[in-house]
């Protein structure tokens, strides 16, 4: 506004209401709230949306039925920053994270609509330390929470973008660190449609990917890859482990049952991605703002085919793309394929990487380079799943102990091996020299001459020598 023109604002502490809720069918203004923080704005519904949560200072202000002209139940939290309702039938619940201070540890609640009160409400309670903000992702059946910490800074460090710890809570009340393999960010997080295990993508580049099951231990370990999400079909039967972003858009598809690799494709420059409710195809899609070129979007087959493909004409803009949504259960789960489904544009795997090599190089044989890295390969973590018979964990803890105390026993014998080596390789040279001293006393004693006593005693010494 310039300055020469004089204007009047009406005096309001309290400020504007600029959280408003409206109603799509017929276009009414709801109710205007006053919203003063930035973080964690937005209001959450129950997916039957008879259930409304919004963070007001200290509290929760839950609403039931859409009614916001009154408070159904109110959860007082000193310093809580965030929250995340369950999905699926009521009674809903909410994970509650309230940041630590003053040297106490951040913690993570578990609460059941509406029993808030009492010191023993909390369904599971899980304390950390390290952590600036959370990410908090509910499973399907709405019985455990797993959390992702984050700090700003790495003191170690390692790491330039903070570093990241991951946690599991239960509704039955028990929690667990999850114990990852490998340093490193946490890229993504998935949990299987069945609410029975869970894809973790961690550690630096390349990045593993592991299933772990709800007690946290892995099942199946993926090995490394240029990787960073991870995206469970609907029906949780395929598992697609991708890498997009600042990575070239391998996608690995994996039977999540036999876990076996059903194909390969590879789809460069996509910013989306996103599974059909049939648990058969796919979309992945380059939208702007993120890439403002070669906007467009492929529809595939999970086993790597190409099913249609449409680029945006020049000068125009692709901003999203979204399948239809359908109930679940919509479509059953059907048998995973491997051989790619018929298309008119093909597939399109991911080619085999080759070092470069200068031209004039390029005729003579090529020659093993060295790698800044060894990949892992997948390894399979079930009990039994090498052939060996099931054991107990005590079984497994003495087995474990007489495999170490076996390898310990081994590394002693191939030192002793070693050293004795060393100093038979060493004593070699004195050794001919005493050979040689032996065989001209033997001749003096064999002339008849007399030998003295010292030249005796070193005789018979050499010869045990010699003997040993």
């Not at 959390?147 to 929690?175: C, F, I, M, P, R």
């Not at 370990?221 to 949780?236: H, L, V």
């Not at 060894?374 to 390894?379: G, L, Y």
Request: hydrophobic fraction near 35%; proline fraction near 7%; aromatic fraction near 10%.
């Amino acid at each position: 506004m310039s300055p020469s023109i004089p204007g009047q604002t009406q005096d309001s502490p309290q400020g504007e209401a600029n959280l408003q809720l409206w109603e799509l069918r017929s276009g009414r203004l709801i109710k205007a709230l006053y919203q003063k923080k930035v973080e964690s704005w937005c209001p959450s519904w129950s997916e039957d949306e008879k259930i409304c949560v919004r963070i007001v200072n200290n509290e929760l202000h839950f609403y039931e039925n859409n009614d916001f002209d009154s408070i159904a139940n109110k959860l007082h939290m000193q310093k809580v920053s965030d929250f995340a309702l369950s999905p699926g039938a009521q009674p809903s619940k909410v994970a509650v994270y309230v940041p630590g201070s003053k040297g106490a540890p951040s913690f993570v609640r578990l609460y059941q609509y509406p029993a808030f009160g009492g010191p023993t409400a909390a369904l599971a309670n899980k304390s950390f330390f390290k952590a600036d903000r959370v990410t908090m992702h509910w499973n399907k059946k709405a019985s455990a929470v797993l959390v992702t910490a984050s700090t700003e800074v790495d003191k170690t460090g390692a790491s330039y973008y903070g570093e990241q710890t991951l946690h599991y809570l239960g509704v039955n009340g028990e929690t667990a660190l999850v114990q990852l393999s490998k340093n490193g960010p946490i890229y993504d997080v998935a949990w299987s449609p069945s609410s029975t295990e869970f894809c973790v993508v961690y550690g630096f580049m390349p990045a593993k990917a592991t299933v772990f099951n709800l007690k946290c231990d892995p099942v199946y370990d993926f090995g490394t890859g240029p990787r960073n999400a991870a995206y469970y079909s609907p029906q949780g039967h395929i598992l697609i482990l991708a890498g997009f972003g600042n990575l070239r858009g391998q996608m690995e598809v994996w039977d999540a049952k036999n876990y076996k690799q059903v194909s390969k494709p590879q789809a460069p420059d996509a910013t989306h991605f996103s599974w059909c409710p049939d648990g058969e195809h796919i979309v992945t899609a380059t939208c702007s703002p993120r890439l403002r070129v070669s906007n467009g979007y492929k529809i595939w087959h999970y086993t790597g085919s190409v099913l249609q493909k449409w680029d945006v004409a020049a000068g125009s803009e692709l901003w999203e793309v979204r399948w239809q949504l359908l109930p679940d259960g919509s479509f059953p789960e059907r048998p995973i394929k491997y051989q790619a489904a018929p298309s008119q544009l093909g597939s399109t795997q991911a080619p085999p990487t080759q070092a470069y090599r200068p031209p004039a190089l390029r005729h003579l044989p090529a020659t093993p380079s060295s790698k800044l890295h060894e990949d892992e390969p997948p390894q399979d973590l079930r009990p039994g799943a090498s052939g060996e018979k099931s054991l107990s964990k005590s079984a497994l803890k003495n087995q474990r102990k007489r495999e170490a105390k076996k390898a310990a026993k081994q590394v002693r014998l191939e030192s002793v091996t070693y050293m004795r080596a060393q100093v038979l390789k060493s004593s070699d040279v004195c050794m001919f020299q005493k050979l040689k001293a032996i065989e001209e006393l033997k001749e003096q004693q064999a002339s008849g001459k007399v030998l003295q006593k010292n030249q005796v005693m070193f005789f018979v010494s050499a010869c045990l020598t010699q003997t040993t």
